[in-house]
């Protein structure tokens, strides 16, 4: 593979595009295109934006992301978690509903963009390790609550705002005695039914006799069957004059090419957010997309990946959109729709552009809450618990993690929530290194294994301590060692050797090696012997740049039987040289 | 120990007290007490305080660590390093000179007191590891450069502010055009015969035909000999009339009874400098402690120390004081001179209150310049630079983080380097763990030891894969080794076996557990065997939470020597179950 198409993938998979894969491709184009229209709409709704912002944020990034991502079926555009993001960063520095509020949209849109580009071209996708499992599942549980909540207010017709469970409560039971009734009607209907729709039609239509794929294809399109009859009420009864909030105008036409501000002071407010929403958004399209690949065993290039995602965002910059990224819902259906290459984005892109030019009109009698219902339908299915009780039975660490990401979310919003799950999760890993596992070992009869005396029969040799320590040596937990052995020293006087058994030293660093300095020369003012077993090829080579190995009163052994062969036979006292 | 002398120690080794130990105690007092009280004031100044309030520093603290610490050596008292992080700490909110300085330093005294106390009582002296060597030694020879400079202005007789390298030395150059001829050749006068003291004095005097140790003591007068000097000559000639800057009026008293503010805001704002010169307190004082102590095979427990020095800190809040911690000059004095007991310390604290209420009026002409001679000549013994050196050869994680405190420090001043240094050594071994070592292991020959095929001559098998991995598996890393053995399989295609040699394996989290499972599906679906080696007892517990081990396609051996035996023989296919 060349250089140039390691970089632009289409110059690889389109060589070989074939007529088969033109025609699967354009079959899920349509079915995707049906369904994004709404979804688009709905979500720019959630980020704050106008709802053309949606569409647009889904033409060009597709078009982006066909010529350089490496999945097959990944659909890119505005996604539910991205959105809320995207309203709580630019709600910082703009009002909603201003000019100020799309351009900071268009500002968010770029820097992450440049992120992604930069994490891509340095091959930083590891950065996305940083977010445990544990961590990105609390959050998306979070933010699927947060997001529900925050859109019952165009169910109940009213204004509300808030960035956190509380404040979104708070200020919509403020104006609830305001609301609307025949928009509480309309928005309940449409969620009650969208909600019957996903769990039960599925099943009535097979009883009535449907083909279990028909099935699919009428629940997929239930969400677009809420769009139009809830548009037929409201034109229908008119009842955009009763209070009804609707969609109203959308511009009609192609995306216009919009220019983000490059203000120092809007980037600087907007940096951490837009780190944020990059690693986020990269680890949700990155899990979608591997998930994807796997089942047709093809191969996502993670660095790679940025770079697809990283140009879809350049491109909404400049397209009136906002940050997108690859989304769970959409590239499922895109998947399962037969999508074989990324040319079935380019064809969506193509769909959603002729929506824009010629569909828009027909979304004016559109109720917002007829969104609404979708957005807390779609995002109702983030929702999920079980990890708490998963991390629960598993290790307190994770699940205090997920507990504290969880409860941040909520309630100090999503930027605290994730940023808290990150660096309490780095902060327990370390916490736990400071006091490391240390095990007194001995040999497994019959073999030249070690074992942990308080967890095997194993035998031990008087006068020979024989450590384990289950950690990497650094300064957290340098002096922890220095006590433990001091400790032990103190209960047992007849103690002439002690090995350290470093299988499990990954590292020693500087802090850890003068700690070591110093447990030496104690024991050799002792006299007793400090040995080491089994230490590993990285350490050794690091120990040897220093005088420690010289200064070492015993010896180094290759493994911890040979240590215990040669200290065990030897009962006479350690010589202090 | 009854729980009451573990907390207040004097009980311990006050009821054994003996005459000898009383008369050592007390010449010792005497010798420690002439060389606090120049050191005292002039520590007052490094801190923008008053002088009488070094000497108040050093009376109740004192006093209230004899109680509560465990040195039997440690003199408590201001120090260099945390009276310049006074400064930068309490300027930040008031003007030097002010009432409301001296109060916001009470302030932060009684912050500092508050949190010793508290980490003493829920024992958690470990946060001091937090701090690595390294980091330590850079940010006390930074400390040391920026305090010598600092002092330069009261050597020239200029007003200068600043608490960064630059922002010092640009000041200083502003203003020299103002220097006062006369206090420059009075503070240059005193600060070379001072480093002639330090350096050359000894050798001269032995030279001279005197007795090492009333050469030794001769040296230790150094500075008083200046103080008087410089006093007598300003008196004398009557120079503060020409501009000399002198200490002047000094409060004749006992420590007044003070009481610092509990201002929510002023609170909130010292939080994060009471807590960063806490910990560096702590971390000075219990290494010169432990260094004493280990001389004379007594024992420090650090989290009584914590609860001394917090006793120490809040007493300062109250007498007109500001933080204090054990210092490294005055406690070798101490034990030099002969200290038994912490008695030792309250006999300094009277000879010290004797001076502030008989003493004070003489040093009235004392020049300021002589006290940053003091100061200058003391500090100038922390600046180490070899650390650079050391760490070079050892580490270049350990070198960066070391090189960081030092610039960030010189450059933001004292609370951005330290800061900084903790934040870069902790990302810096996250960093190390994120991509671990992982060797390919086999046997040595005659043993049933396993070592990595690259370093040593080992035995391997076709088609039997042995990897050791160097690092607890966890959500930074965990998707490390799963890359790692695909890229390693699909090199090579003759595989039928995976072990996983687990011995430097110190924990699995959720996310890692997740991905050994994916691993084991993925392995599974291609029809070779994972099998585990040497799990530790901590990680196999937790592991046999989950159903993993049920999954796991391979088996789970003790030693990776029988799970080598049984596998090498096993030269069929493995087959999916």
């Given at each position: 593979?060349?250089?140039?198409?390691?970089?632009?993938?289409?110059?690889?998979?389109?060589?070989?595009?074939?007529?088969?894969?033109?025609?699967?491709?354009?079959?899920?184009?349509?079915?995707?295109?049906?369904?994004?229209?709404?979804?688009?709409?709905?979500?720019?709704?959630?980020?704050?934006?106008?709802?053309?912002?949606?569409?647009?944020?889904?033409?060009?990034?597709?078009?982006?992301?066909?010529?350089?991502?490496?999945?097959?079926?990944?659909?890119?555009?505005?996604?539910?978690?991205?959105?809320?993001?995207?309203?709580?960063?630019?709600?910082?520095?703009?009002?909603?509903?201003?000019?100020g509020y799309a351009v900071a949209a268009l500002s968010l849109a770029l820097l992450s963009g440049v992120m992604l580009l930069a994490m891509g071209v340095f091959r930083m996708g590891f950065v996305a390790n940083f977010l445990s499992h544990p961590v990105i599942a609390g959050f998306i549980t979070a933010s699927g609550v947060l997001i529900a909540t925050s859109q019952l207010k165009h169910i109940f017709g009213v204004t509300a705002h808030g960035h956190t469970l509380f404040g979104i409560i708070g200020s919509l039971l403020k104006h609830l005695p305001d609301a609307n009734p025949i928009t509480a009607i309309l928005g309940a209907g449409a969620t009650v039914f969208l909600f019957w729709v996903r769990k039960g039609l599925r099943q009535f239509l097979m009883r009535l006799g449907l083909s279990a794929k028909l099935a699919d294809v009428a629940t997929k399109a239930g969400p677009v069957a809420a769009v139009l009859a809830t548009t037929l009420i409201v034109w229908g009864f008119g009842l955009d004059a009763n209070g009804v909030a609707i969609v109203g105008e959308v511009p009609q036409g192609l995306p216009p090419l919009t220019m983000?501000?490059?203000?120092?002071?809007?980037?600087?407010?907007?940096?951490?957010?837009?780190?944020?929403?990059?690693?986020?958004?990269?680890?949700?399209?990155?899990?979608?997309?591997?998930?994807?690949?796997?089942?047709?065993?093809?191969?996502?290039?993670?660095?790679?990946?940025?770079?697809?995602?990283?140009?879809?965002?350049?491109?909404?910059?400049?397209?009136?959109?906002y940050p997108v990224t690859g989304g769970f819902a959409r590239s499922v259906v895109?998947?399962?729709?037969?999508?074989?290459?990324?040319?079935?984005?380019?064809?969506?892109?193509i769909g959603l552009a002729i929506a824009a030019v010629a569909l828009t009109p027909l979304v004016y009698f559109l109720p917002k809450a007829t969104l609404a219902a979708t957005i807390i339908v779609a995002v109702l299915s983030l929702v999920d618990f079980s990890i708490l009780k998963r991390t629960w039975n598993y290790s307190r660490a994770d699940f205090l993690a997920v507990t504290a990401t969880i409860l941040l979310t909520l309630g100090l919003g999503v930027e605290a929530g994730v940023s808290a799950g990150v660096l309490l999760s780095l902060a327990l890993h370390v916490y736990k290194t400071s006091r490391p596992h240390v095990a007194e070992v001995g040999l497994v009869p019959g073999t030249q294994h070690f074992r942990n005396i308080n967890r095997h029969k194993v035998e031990t040799c008087p006068g020979l301590l024989s450590l384990r320590i289950d950690e990497s040596l650094y300064f957290v937990n340098a002096r922890f060692l220095e006590d433990l052995i001091f400790e032990r020293l103190a209960r047992d006087k007849t103690l002439r050797n002690v090995i350290l058994m470093c299988s499990a030293i990954n590292e020693i660093d500087y802090s850890a090696l003068e700690s070591l300095e110093a447990i030496n020369q104690r024991l050799t003012e002792q006299g007793i012997g400090l040995h080491l077993s089994e230490v590993k090829g990285p350490v050794t080579d690091r120990l040897r740049t220093t005088h420690f190995l010289d200064h070492l009163n015993g010896k180094v052994y290759l493994s911890q039987y040979e240590a215990w062969q040669q200290l065990s036979a030897d009962q006479t006292r350690f010589d202090v040289a």
């Amino acid at each position: 593979m060349s250089r140039l198409t390691r970089y632009v993938p289409v110059l690889d998979w389109g060589r070989s595009y074939s007529r088969d894969a033109l025609s699967n491709d354009l079959i899920a184009a349509v079915i995707v295109t049906i369904m994004l229209i709404p979804q688009s709409l709905a979500y720019a709704l959630l980020a704050g934006l106008p709802p053309e912002a949606g569409i647009y944020a889904s033409i060009i990034p597709i078009l982006l992301y066909a010529i350089f991502g490496t999945s097959r079926a990944l659909a890119v555009g505005p996604v539910a978690v991205v959105s809320l993001m995207t309203a709580a960063a630019v709600g910082q520095v703009a009002e909603q509903g201003t000019m100020g509020y799309a351009v900071a949209a268009l500002s968010l849109a770029l820097l992450s963009g440049v992120m992604l580009l930069a994490m891509g071209v340095f091959r930083m996708g590891f950065v996305a390790n940083f977010l445990s499992h544990p961590v990105i599942a609390g959050f998306i549980t979070a933010s699927g609550v947060l997001i529900a909540t925050s859109q019952l207010k165009h169910i109940f017709g009213v204004t509300a705002h808030g960035h956190t469970l509380f404040g979104i409560i708070g200020s919509l039971l403020k104006h609830l005695p305001d609301a609307n009734p025949i928009t509480a009607i309309l928005g309940a209907g449409a969620t009650v039914f969208l909600f019957w729709v996903r769990k039960g039609l599925r099943q009535f239509l097979m009883r009535l006799g449907l083909s279990a794929k028909l099935a699919d294809v009428a629940t997929k399109a239930g969400p677009v069957a809420a769009v139009l009859a809830t548009t037929l009420i409201v034109w229908g009864f008119g009842l955009d004059a009763n209070g009804v909030a609707i969609v109203g105008e959308v511009p009609q036409g192609l995306p216009p090419l919009t220019m983000p501000s490059f203000s120092p002071d809007l980037l600087a407010t907007l940096f951490l957010p837009a780190l944020l929403i990059s690693v986020i958004g990269f680890v949700e399209s990155i899990s979608v997309a591997q998930t994807l690949a796997a089942k047709k065993r093809q191969r996502i290039d993670p660095d790679q990946e940025l770079i697809g995602l990283g140009a879809a965002n350049i491109g909404a910059a400049f397209t009136g959109g906002y940050p997108v990224t690859g989304g769970f819902a959409r590239s499922v259906v895109n998947f399962d729709a037969g999508a074989e290459t990324p040319a079935a984005g380019a064809f969506t892109a193509i769909g959603l552009a002729i929506a824009a030019v010629a569909l828009t009109p027909l979304v004016y009698f559109l109720p917002k809450a007829t969104l609404a219902a979708t957005i807390i339908v779609a995002v109702l299915s983030l929702v999920d618990f079980s990890i708490l009780k998963r991390t629960w039975n598993y290790s307190r660490a994770d699940f205090l993690a997920v507990t504290a990401t969880i409860l941040l979310t909520l309630g100090l919003g999503v930027e605290a929530g994730v940023s808290a799950g990150v660096l309490l999760s780095l902060a327990l890993h370390v916490y736990k290194t400071s006091r490391p596992h240390v095990a007194e070992v001995g040999l497994v009869p019959g073999t030249q294994h070690f074992r942990n005396i308080n967890r095997h029969k194993v035998e031990t040799c008087p006068g020979l301590l024989s450590l384990r320590i289950d950690e990497s040596l650094y300064f957290v937990n340098a002096r922890f060692l220095e006590d433990l052995i001091f400790e032990r020293l103190a209960r047992d006087k007849t103690l002439r050797n002690v090995i350290l058994m470093c299988s499990a030293i990954n590292e020693i660093d500087y802090s850890a090696l003068e700690s070591l300095e110093a447990i030496n020369q104690r024991l050799t003012e002792q006299g007793i012997g400090l040995h080491l077993s089994e230490v590993k090829g990285p350490v050794t080579d690091r120990l040897r740049t220093t005088h420690f190995l010289d200064h070492l009163n015993g010896k180094v052994y290759l493994s911890q039987y040979e240590a215990w062969q040669q200290l065990s036979a030897d009962q006479t006292r350690f010589d202090v040289a």
